[in-house]
């Protein structure tokens, strides 16, 4: 078990989401940056799909109930062990009564937290994801506590206590760094003229402070007078741009269809990188294909 | 018929069809069908497709490498849809209470449409409507079919809190809010049946090809249903309608 002693600003279980209940109307969720969630569980040597607390810009303070091992990647934000630094993609053993806390935010905008056999909350439509009306929670609450597999259950972990086997792997530190994020041309994208393109591509585009799980959005417009649409499919990644000229980056929690025009689809690492800018950063788009 | 259908990569997994840009049955007729072939004959590396009214998208497990080889696939399975079987649908009976406590927004209507709050009414519980996919939340049916007589612009700012069941006319739309959520659309009434429930098999009573007919209920046959769906004995009332 592990117990919430003091929530960040927006902590929730993810693990890669329910893509499959589309149909539905619910939404893919799952991490937003999963080049770091997944680094996080290899470095367990958790399966991909493990589920993982999402932590934005200020993490939470936890203490555990039982034995394990963790790992934090994403974000870093000085977290201590018993106020001992721990360093984030390094595998460390967890004791019952061990305090994790996440401190100031140093670089990135969201950390994956990883325990052995990931956190064993409730399964809604095959997934663990928070999200509302689908779990019973939509974000984690101080005093909540959350299940996660026992070492005394299991003779993996105190193997895995004892091994350097998974300990660490290189991080890509240009995941964090780089400014420019990939995309392919959206299905609207060629009813922009040549000068709003242009535009699109050779501007630093600001990221305002209404920037979640469901879009991201920034503080520049393009101005437009591109026809409404007849409402269709959109994914996370798919930015779109409305009639008062605002770009709206659409992210994991958003909704499975839309009515704005597609301008431009981020690439899947392009969507992992945007999760970690934090608003007033900037970003450019840089066309693949 | 066979429509133009447009392809095009959308993102590193994913396909978009597109069918000519209108609404009408006879392309989400089209498109289901398509759908099916995909979902019936295609190998694994499919794990989703989602329709919206004109538009499809195909999502692949892993990136695709070859697209080309890919669109020729996806082609294939156009030709093999099975047009000649009839889609099998069902017509769900929703009860919905327009009474003034639920319709927040009927005087509005009536005044700006200058029709009678009873003539509303019966225009809207008129009209078999048409599932034609289900978006926006969790549960929320978009459909086709809303008398014209009724469309009405959305509110200039949206309420924060619309109570869950609520039955709304947007625009040149109509729905239910499935659960409590911020939304711009005017309230007439309210539906006590759940349109969302993630813990059953099949979440939604409703899919795409799916009918609809809005069925009047006074204040104590609105409460009668919350009892019985409390007590877990209420049905919808529903019929299969076989092509």
Same mark, same amino acid.
Request: one cysteine or more; proline letters at 4%.
């Given at each position: 078990?592990?117990?919430?002693?003091?929530?960040?600003?927006?902590?929730? $279980?993810?693990?890669?989401?329910?893509?499959?209940?589309?149909?539905?109307?619910?939404?893919?969720?799952?991490?937003?940056?999963?080049?770091?969630?997944?680094?996080?569980?290899?470095?367990?040597?958790?399966?991909?799909?493990?589920?993982?607390?999402?932590?934005?810009?200020? @993490?939470?303070?936890?203490?555990?109930?039982?034995?394990?091992?963790?790992?934090?990647?994403?974000?870093?934000?000085?977290?201590?062990?018993?106020?001992?630094?721990?360093?984030?993609?390094?595998?460390?053993?967890?004791?019952?009564?061990?305090?994790?806390?996440? *401190?100031?935010?140093?670089?990135?905008?969201?950390?994956?937290?990883?325990?052995?056999?990931?956190?064993?909350?409730?399964?809604?439509?095959?997934?663990?994801?928070?999200?509302?009306?689908?779990?019973? *929670?939509?974000?984690?609450?101080? @005093?909540?506590?959350?299940?996660?597999?026992?070492?005394?259950?299991?003779?993996?972990?105190?193997?895995?206590?004892?091994?350097?086997?998974?300990?660490?792997?290189?991080?890509?530190?240009?995941?964090?760094?780089?400014?420019?994020?990939?995309?392919?041309?959206?299905?609207?994208?060629?009813?922009?003229?040549?000068?709003?393109?242009?535009?699109?591509?050779?501007?630093?585009?600001?990221?305002?402070?209404?920037?979640?799980?469901?879009?991201?959005?920034?503080?520049? *417009?393009?101005?437009?007078?591109?026809?409404?649409?007849?409402?269709?499919?959109?994914?996370?990644?798919?930015?779109?741009?409305?009639?008062?000229?605002?770009?709206?980056?659409?992210?994991?929690?958003?909704? $499975?269809?839309?009515?704005?025009?597609?301008?431009?689809?981020?690439?899947?690492?392009?969507?992992?990188?945007?999760?970690?800018?934090?608003?007033?950063?900037?970003?450019?788009?840089?066309?693949?294909? | 018929?066979?429509?133009?259908?447009?392809?095009?990569?959308?993102?590193?997994?994913?396909?978009?069809?597109?069918?000519?840009?209108?609404?009408?049955?006879?392309?989400?007729?089209?498109?289901?069908?398509?759908?099916?072939?995909?979902?019936?004959?295609?190998?694994?590396?499919?794990?989703?497709?989602?329709?919206?009214?004109?538009?499809?998208?195909?999502?692949?497990?892993?990136?695709?490498?070859?697209?080309?080889?890919?669109?020729?696939?996806?082609?294939?399975?156009?030709?093999?849809?099975?047009?000649?079987?009839?889609?099998?649908?069902?017509? &769900?009976?929703?009860?919905?209470?327009?009474?003034?406590?639920?319709?927040?927004?009927?005087?509005?209507?009536?005044?700006?449409?200058?029709?009678?709050?009873?003539?509303?009414?019966?225009?809207? %519980?008129?009209?078999?409507?048409?599932? &034609? &996919? /289900?978006?926006?939340?969790?549960?929320?049916?978009?459909?086709?079919?809303?008398?014209?007589?009724?469309?009405?612009?959305?509110?200039?700012?949206?309420?924060?809190?619309?109570?869950?069941?609520?039955?709304?006319?947007?625009? +040149?739309? %109509?729905?239910?809010?499935?659960?409590?959520?911020?939304?711009?659309?005017?309230? /007439?009434?309210?539906?006590?049946?759940?349109?969302?429930?993630?813990?059953?098999?099949?979440?939604?009573?409703?899919?795409?090809?799916?009918?609809?007919?809005? %069925?009047?209920?006074?204040? %104590? +046959?609105?409460?009668? /249903?919350?009892?019985? /769906?409390?007590?877990?004995?209420?049905?919808?009332?529903?019929?299969?309608?076989?092509?």
């Amino acid at each position: 078990m592990v117990e919430v002693l003091k929530t960040g600003l927006y902590d929730t $279980i993810q693990d890669l989401g329910r893509l499959g209940s589309q149909e539905f109307g619910v939404p893919i969720s799952g991490v937003m940056d999963r080049y770091s969630a997944a680094l996080a569980n290899s470095i367990l040597g958790n399966p991909s799909n493990a589920a993982v607390i999402e932590s934005v810009v200020m @993490g939470p303070h936890l203490k555990f109930k039982s034995n394990t091992v963790i790992c934090v990647s994403g974000a870093e934000m000085n977290l201590t062990l018993n106020a001992k630094r721990l360093k984030t993609n390094v595998m460390y053993p967890v004791n019952t009564g061990d305090v994790l806390k996440f *401190n100031k935010l140093s670089k990135g905008c969201r950390s994956y937290l990883a325990v052995f056999g990931g956190f064993q909350t409730e399964v809604q439509m095959g997934s663990r994801s928070m999200y509302k009306d689908v779990t019973r *929670n939509y974000i984690l609450n101080t @005093g909540d506590v959350i299940s996660i597999l026992d070492s005394s259950e299991t003779k993996i972990v105190s193997k895995r206590r004892n091994s350097k086997l998974f300990s660490s792997i290189k991080r890509d530190e240009s995941h964090f760094e780089a400014s420019e994020l990939e995309v392919f041309r959206g299905p609207e994208f060629e009813n922009l003229d040549s000068r709003q393109q242009n535009k699109l591509f050779n501007t630093a585009f600001l990221i305002s402070k209404e920037s979640n799980r469901m879009a991201y959005q920034f503080d520049q *417009n393009i101005e437009n007078s591109l026809k409404g649409m007849i409402t269709s499919v959109v994914l996370p990644g798919t930015v779109q741009l409305t009639p008062s000229g605002k770009l709206i980056v659409l992210m994991r929690d958003c909704q $499975i269809t839309g009515g704005y025009p597609r301008i431009l689809q981020l690439t899947e690492n392009a969507v992992n990188k945007m999760a970690q800018k934090i608003s007033g950063s900037n970003i450019t788009f840089k066309g693949v294909i | 018929m066979d429509f133009e259908l447009t392809y095009r990569r959308f993102s590193e997994r994913s396909i978009l069809v597109e069918w000519p840009q209108e609404i009408n049955e006879d392309i989400l007729e089209d498109m289901l069908f398509y759908k099916n072939s995909i979902l019936n004959f295609s190998n694994k590396s499919i794990v989703q497709v989602n329709n919206a009214y004109c538009s499809m998208l195909i999502i692949y497990e892993l990136t695709i490498d070859n697209l080309n080889d890919e669109f020729l696939s996806l082609k294939r399975h156009y030709l093999k849809r099975n047009i000649t079987k009839k889609l099998r649908s069902k017509l &769900f009976k929703i009860p919905v209470c327009y009474d003034d406590e639920f319709g927040l927004d009927l005087k509005v209507i009536s005044e700006g449409k200058k029709i009678a709050i009873s003539e509303l009414i019966r225009q809207h %519980t008129e009209p078999i409507y048409t599932v &034609f &996919f /289900i978006g926006f939340l969790p549960g929320f049916l978009y459909l086709g079919g809303l008398n014209k007589g009724l469309h009405f612009p959305r509110k200039k700012s949206p309420r924060l809190q619309i109570k869950k069941g609520a039955v709304a006319i947007g625009g +040149e739309q %109509t729905g239910i809010y499935p659960n409590e959520s911020p939304g711009g659309w005017n309230i /007439i009434g309210n539906s006590p049946v759940d349109l969302f429930l993630p813990k059953k098999k099949e979440p939604c009573f409703a899919k795409p090809g799916d009918k609809i007919k809005f %069925t009047p209920i006074s204040r %104590t +046959e609105y409460q009668s /249903i919350v009892l019985q /769906i409390e007590q877990g004995v209420y049905a919808i009332e529903s019929e299969v309608i076989d092509g």
